[in-house]
């Protein structure tokens, strides 16, 4: 073939789709299908479920709005407000301005402040989607979504609960 088109360089054929290890293209062999390697879909875009209980545009995984990261956000939380109180206090010596060190404080305040927020924020949606996945557990239905707006669980396909 003039232009190497389903050529393997070496002066073979190959059909078009194959790789140079022996396999079709999403065969599962050396990277191939996704699905196989990464049974979660955490490499994949979750599609948009819409609530069927008030319409909303998009619900969320249960595991999701059921995961709290508060360790983990209070963690950065501190690293930015130390480095803000750091970089107030490093500048104000370094370009004589005293009244820097007083805005990276207050800056770090500030960061430790919505980080706690933040915190909060997360373990109420948590505990609001508990409540809710247990509301649709006690009519039967085995939840997979949970939706932020109007605070219900439910499972895609079954009908709303009236």
Known sequence: MA???????????RAVGERAGGGRAGS??????QAEHD??????PVE??????????TTVLIGRALETSGC?????????????????KYYAEEK?????????????????AVTIWVIRDANRTAARARVAV???????????HYCGACREASAPGAPAPS
């Open 96 to 112: 004589g301005w005293p009244w820097l060190t007083a805005v990276g404080v207050l800056v770090g305040v500030l960061i430790l």
């Open 3 to 13: 232009n190497g088109a389903g050529s393997d360089g070496a002066g073979g054929d």
């Open 48 to 57: 948009a479920v819409p609530c069927p209980h008030c319409g909303a545009p």
């Open 39 to 44: 049974p979660l879909g955490l490499g994949k």
């Open 28 to 33: 599962g062999k050396a990277g191939g299908d």
């Open 134 to 144: 247990d509301r649709t557990r006690a009519k039967g239905v085995a939840a997979t």
């Open 72 to 88: 983990t956000h209070f963690a950065e939380g501190a690293v930015f407000a130390f480095g803000a109180g750091a970089a107030g």
